[in-house]
Every structure is written in structure tokens, then in C-alpha cells.
């Protein structure tokens, strides 16, 4: 198969992480996280590197234009040339632009939009309903997978109240989905014309989820 260049989409709870890790063993391509691909740089020192951590120490949100930097330096690493996995980038017109204009220079260009969809409600489901134990951190979900003894936890035997992560509370999930719904349309819009956005179904287990993924860019 000649280089992918894939940008995965998808709601918080999705599952994306295991499908883009499927993808990754399926056709030997690399997964760039721009989270990953920022802390990564930082970490290493180079000089976008210390321009990231000096914004993130800040508490100053990283311009398009360094992103964008730093993607154009993680795009250079041997492991991409059979293709790669775009998650999390790009999320704004601009740096949809620089994409483009990066890719031009390596000849490439984005060859599918994977939308992995799963509806609202169900993430709602999902993600509210997640805690972990106060002791030990083991995972449970209220309703999929609750401790099999009330307030008792499975793993350790702690009676400590489970938490919850601020990031799954209710209002924080709806603001993440606000966000994932901006950026989708946002790109659904700019790659327009390509005709490159393939929206799945996300629900059902994680092989027939992913055999949808592969049908959409290979199909
Ligand atoms: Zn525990």
C-alpha cells in the first residue's frame, strides 16, 4: 500500500487510542500524538523544544505556529515512511493550512479522515460513569463495571469513597464534545473537496469498530 497519511477523529471515549494502535501494528505506520510529539520535544531539548516548555510552564497555550514546528520535526523521524496517524492535530484552520503546506514539501498529502462516531448520550455513559479506587486506582464504571461488593473494592478491599477524574465530570465531558464536534465539522469543511472524511460507526466491540476503520481507508 503506498504511505497513508491518516487523521483520526473521534469523541473522547471512542476508543481511538486502541484503533490508532491497531492501525500502527496493521500497516507498520507511525502514531503521532501532538501531546506526545510536544512532550517529546521538550524533553529533548532541541530549540522548538524550549520555546513549548516555556509557554507550558507559563500556562500560555502553544501557537499554531510551533505545533506546527514541532509536527514538521516529528514528520522527519525514519519510522513515518511507510505513513503515519495524525491524533489530536490538526485542530484549526491554520494548522490544517500548514499541514498542507508540510506535506507538499515531503510530497505527501492527507489521504483519509477517519471519524470514528459514537453519539453523545453514549459518551455521556461512558465517561460519566468512570471512577477508580481512592487506594489503589483499580478502574471501575457505575454502571458497566461496578466493585461486585458496594463500596468495597475489588482489588485492594479499601472502603475509601471511589473517585472520579474532573476530566469525566459531566459538565468538563460536554465541553470535550463541544470541541470534538468544532474541530470535525471545521475539517469536514476544509478537506470539503478531497471528499477524504469517512464517518464510521463507533459502537459495537473494538474488532468490528476496526474493521470499519481499515474499510474506510482502504475502501
Ligand atoms: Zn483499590
Redesign the pocket.
Known sequence: MAPVVIILLGPPGAGKGTQAKNLVDKYGIAHISTGDALRAARAAGTELGKQVAAIMDSGGLVSDELVLGIVRERLKQPDTAKGFILDGFPRTIAQAEGLDAILRQLDRKVTRIVDIQVADAVVRGRLTGRRS??????PYHLEFSPPKVDGV??????T?ALVQRADDMAEKVDARLVAYHQVTELLAGYYKQGGLLAAIDGIGNMDDVFARVVKAIEG
Open positions: 479506587c481512592g487506594k489503589c486506582g483499580a473494592c475489588d482489588k485492594c478491599g479499601s475509601a
